[in-house]
């Protein structure tokens, strides 16, 4: 009786610790099916409230990874990946992957939808035309030995365990959950067959975790069971009280990669992160000696169009279009309502309630409100202004991309609502890169 979903379910809700059996017993059903999609979401909602102890996460992560195939590699270079928490305009790991690549690295990436406020790399994946973003082991091996990565989703045979429970989590208010994040995240990357994992902890405003202390928290979550498990961990804290990027929306956010890849946009804010991450991965797979040297080799290889070379084969193996870097407009979903959002009083940008654009973004219909919703991947905004600029009339606070009048009348009054527009500056933004933990979880 003590294994009925039922019991185990009440055991955590009592605050009971659950035993590595009774851990085994509910993912497997949640694999087969025999639990319930409300029993799965009173189970997050357990342990959301009561939490997991070290053991319960190490054998909770095991038991999602091993709940399909794992995967096992034969290649001539190290297998890397990286991982974020999400943010809003958080599309690091369209340029990154390709760039590590690049570099000597194979990066078979598995990826998400967007949880909550948070956009999802599957998502805006699934906004280029064509692109198998899950297709079958065979193809996801080949693509990513022929190219050297390949950004894809959770395939059946992959953590089907934590697929299910990562949907319920969306839409049950259960994300924030540090338990339940490392749980999902690390069974995915133990699946893929790791060499090495970098984590993005995002801070702030439009983060899953919204101060310093839960994101270290998490952090150290992460590399402690990541390095338990056998696969070397660094992780990064890095700001998010501001967009990554200055574009939010699906099919919007590829075309901003493809503009960073080919070098017509880039912004400094994305392009630090973007080359942080990735030189952390290259020093995990020892293809340079130090930090200055591998952040000079990804420097170099997206400054010379190699990473965006990579890319577009990435995209054309896995059934994207051969010409997106040249003709991205070509391809990509365009909203038929596009205008200006100027601020209510010109000024100064103070400060940005940044989880709010995203809550914007999935009401256009760019995010879900239930599992089974289809997403708009035309929505979002573009250009959005950044913490102390100026904004005003000729410089507004964004770009909203609608489907229809009415819908860009609701996401402009909301972004409106999420800047906070002084006279004269009154704050500059923080650093980009708040702190490290390194693969035995010190600083």
């Given at each position: 009786m003590r294994h009925l979903p039922q019991?185990?379910?009440?055991?955590?809700?009592?605050?009971?610790?659950?035993?590595?059996?009774?851990?085994?017993?509910?993912?497997?059903?949640?694999?087969?099916?025999h639990v319930s999609e409300g029993q799965?979401?009173?189970?997050?909602?357990?342990?959301?409230?009561?939490?997991?102890?070290?053991a319960e996460r190490l054998a909770l992560t095991h038991a999602m990874a091993r709940s399909g195939a794992v995967l096992t590699w034969d290649l001539p270079g190290p297998v890397l990946d990286k991982h974020s928490t999400g943010g809003i305009g958080d599309t690091v790991s369209l340029a990154l992957a390709p760039?590590?690549?690049?570099?000597?690295?194979?990066?078979?990436?598995?990826?998400?939808?967007?949880?909550?406020?948070?956009?999802g790399t599957l998502d805006k994946l699934d906004a280029i035309p064509g692109y198998r973003s899950q297709p079958d082991l065979d193809t996801f091996r080949r693509v990513v030995r022929a190219v050297g990565c390949a950004i894809i989703g959770q395939t059946d045979d992959l953590a089907p365990a934590d697929r299910r429970l990562y949907a319920i989590r969306d839409v049950t208010a259960t994300v924030e959950s540090i338990d339940l994040i490392t749980a999902s995240i690390l069974s995915k990357k133990l699946a893929a067959g790791l060499h090495g994992l970098v984590k993005d902890v995002k801070v702030g405003s439009g983060a899953v975790m919204r101060d310093r202390d839960s994101a270290r928290e998490l952090a150290e979550s992460l590399v402690h069971v990541a390095n338990q498990a056998g696969l070397p961990t660094t992780a990064l804290l890095t700001d998010m009280d501001q967009p990554l990027a200055s574009a939010a929306g699906n099919a919007i956010e590829v075309a901003y990669a493809v503009d960073y890849l080919t070098g017509r946009w880039r912004e400094p804010r994305f392009h630090t992160v973007t080359v942080v991450l990735a030189a952390e991965m290259l020093l995990l797979g020892r293809l340079a000696e130090s930090l200055a040297e591998a952040e000079a080799r990804i420097e170099a290889v997206i400054a010379s169009g190699r990473a965006a070379a990579v890319f577009a084969r990435m995209a054309a193996a896995l059934g994207g279009p051969s010409d997106l870097l040249e003709r991205p407009e070509k391809h990509l979903a365009r909203a038929p309502v596009i205008r200006p959002v100027p601020p209510q009083?010109?000024?100064?940008?103070?400060?940005?309630?940044?989880?709010?654009?995203?809550?914007?973004?999935?009401?256009?219909?760019?995010?879900?409100?239930?599992?089974e919703h289809n997403i708009d991947p035309a929505v979002g905004?573009?250009?959005?202004?950044?913490?102390?600029?100026?904004?005003?009339?000729?410089?507004?606070?964004?770009?909203?991309?609608?489907?229809?009048?009415?819908?860009?009348?609701?996401?402009?009054?909301?972004?409106?609502?999420?800047?906070?527009?002084?006279?004269?500056?009154?704050?500059?933004?923080?650093?980009?890169?708040l702190e490290r933990l390194g693969a035995a979880g010190s600083t």
């Open positions: 019991e185990i379910i009440r055991r955590k809700r009592d605050g009971a610790q659950l035993d590595e059996a009774e851990i085994e017993v509910f993912v497997a059903g949640l694999t087969a099916g799965a979401a009173a189970f997050a909602m357990a342990v959301l409230f009561r939490g997991l102890s070290v760039a590590v690549a690049a570099c000597g690295g194979f990066v078979p990436m598995i990826s998400g939808r967007g949880l909550g406020h948070t956009g009083t010109p000024g100064i940008v103070h400060a940005i309630a940044t989880r709010d654009i995203g809550l914007a973004v999935v009401a256009l219909g760019g995010g879900r409100t239930r599992p905004f573009t250009g959005l202004a950044g913490i102390g600029e100026r904004v005003d009339d000729a410089r507004p606070l964004g770009i909203v991309h609608a489907r229809t009048e009415a819908a860009a009348d609701v996401a402009a009054e909301a972004l409106c609502n999420a800047y906070d527009v002084a006279e004269a500056a009154t704050a500059e933004a923080g650093p980009l890169i």
